[in-house]
T-cell receptor
Framework: DTGVSQNPRHKITKRGQNVTFRCDPI?????LYWYRQTLGQGPEFLTY????????KSRLLSDRFSAERPKGSFSTLEIQRTEQGDSAMYLC????????????FGPGTRLLVL | AQSVTQLDSHVSVSEGTPVLLRCNYS??????LFWYVQHPNKGLQLLLK??????LVKGINGFEAEFKKSETSFHLTKPSAHMSDAAEYFC?????????????FGTGTRLKVLA
């Protein structure tokens, strides 16, 4: 159990560029979540996967955002045509079948859009 | 609908004195409640959780919380603060109604520990 990992840890991009983040959950955790945390706020739910199926998306997830979890392992979150308002910490979490109510978080990817 | 309210955005205590971080919840279901801690530039770490078992929950690093249904509260306490406790603390309710068990976070309480 090596924990949830996220890459990159930091990303600086210019407005209008596309960015992609990766999350590697704890092995054999079938549930995977993405959250967004802006400065001074608590994290907010973005989307949820059970295995490879994306089962829920928040209204926060505009059509510029897309997430995938091929083969039910790692997940990617892509933001197209980034805007300054996308600047935030993007957090990934995973949980298991048996301990489904407890989520384990990665260190996050901090995005700054200039 | 479920929600949590953290009643204090900032709390300052002296080292060695008790810590109290307050959280009230609202839930249509029997809630599952959590406290997480976030140190600067670090991920969220689980402190403790309540999932319908004992109402007094003990966590890591000497923290504990008591679930009080009549008061809809889940306050976090520690008898004696340590400098290393300085961090942001989040109260969380798990959304059992949606089937996803996604987390709903409070706005956080920043704990400052004075030497």
């Amino acid at each position: 159990d090596t924990g949830v990992s996220q890459n990159p840890r930091h990303k600086i991009t210019k407005r209008g560029q596309n960015v992609t983040f990766r999350c590697d959950p704890i092995s054999e955790h079938n549930r995977l979540y993405w959250y967004r945390q802006t400065l001074g706020q608590g994290p907010e739910f973005l989307t949820y996967f059970q295995n490879e199926a994306q089962l829920e998306k928040s209204r926060l997830l505009s059509d510029r955002f897309s997430a995938e979890r091929p083969k039910g392992s790692f997940s990617t979150l892509e933001i197209q045509r980034t805007e300054q308002g996308d600047s935030a910490m993007y957090l990934c979490a995973s949980s298991s079948v048996s301990g489904y109510q407890t989520q384990y978080f990665g260190p996050g990817t901090r995005l700054l859009v200039l | 609908a479920q929600s949590v309210t953290q009643l204090d955005s900032h709390v300052s205590v002296s080292e060695g004195t008790p810590v109290l971080l307050r959280c009230n919840y609202s839930s249509s279901y029997s809630p599952s409640l959590f406290w997480y801690v976030q140190h600067p530039n670090k991920g969220l770490q689980l402190l403790l959780k309540y999932t319908s078992a004992a109402t007094l929950v003990k966590g890591i690093n000497g923290f504990e919380a008591e679930f009080k249904k009549s008061e809809t509260s889940f306050h976090l306490t520690k008898p004696s603060a340590h400098m290393s406790d300085a961090a942001e603390y989040f109260c969380v309710v798990s959304d059992r109604g949606s089937g996803t068990y996604k987390y709903i976070f409070g706005t956080g309480t920043r704990l400052k520990v004075l030497a």
